[in-house]
C-alpha cells in the first residue's frame, strides 16, 4: 500500500522559514515527477512546486525565489524548503506523487498545517 507521510509544518512568524518533507513507502517514485500542493481555507488547491526524475522544477510564481523542492531518490522522499514566508502561505499542503495529468497525481498525502503569523 502506498503512503505518502508529510511533515515538518507549524506556526511561524512571517519570513521565517519551514522545511516540509513528504516521505514515500509502498513503492519507489524514482521514476516520477513529485510535487506539493496547498490549499488555503475558502481556496481551490494549487500548485506550489513540482520536481520531475531528472530534477528539473517548476514554481508558482508566488513563490519563486522564496521555496525550493528537492527530492532524494535514496530515501524516497521529496522536500519543499520554505523561506521568506508570508501569511498568504499559510495553508495545507499537500505532497503528491506520479503526475498522470496537468496538476494529477496518483498519489496524495493527508497534508500538513502550515500557518504563518504577521
Known amino acids: 500500500q502506498v503512503q505518502l507521510v508529510e511533515s515538518g509544518g507549524g506556526l511561524v512568524q512571517a519570513e521565517g522559514s519551514l522545511r516540509l518533507s513528504c516521505a514515500a513507502s509502498?513503492?519507489?517514485?524514482?521514476?516520477?515527477?513529485m510535487g506539493w500542493f496547498r490549499q488555503a481555507p475558502g481556496k481551490q488547491r494549487e500548485l506550489v512546486a513540482h520536481?520531475?526524475?531528472?530534477?528539473?522544477?517548476n514554481y508558482a510564481d508566488s513563490v519563486k525565489g522564496r521555496f525550493t523542492i528537492s527530492r532524494d531518490n535514496a530515501k524516497n522522499t521529496v522536500y519543499l524548503q520554505m523561506s521568506a514566508l508570508k501569511p498568504e502561505d499559510t495553508a495545507v499542503y499537500y505532497c503528491?506523487?506520479?503526475?498522470?495529468?496537468?496538476?494529477?497525481?496518483?498519489?496524495w498525502g493527508q497534508g500538513t498545517q502550515v500557518t504563518v503569523s504577521s
Open positions: 520536481i520531475t526524475s531528472g530534477g528539473s522544477t
Open positions: 509502498g513503492r519507489t517514485f524514482t521514476g516520477s515527477t
Open positions: 503528491a506523487a506520479q503526475r498522470i495529468g496537468k496538476n494529477e497525481y496518483a498519489y
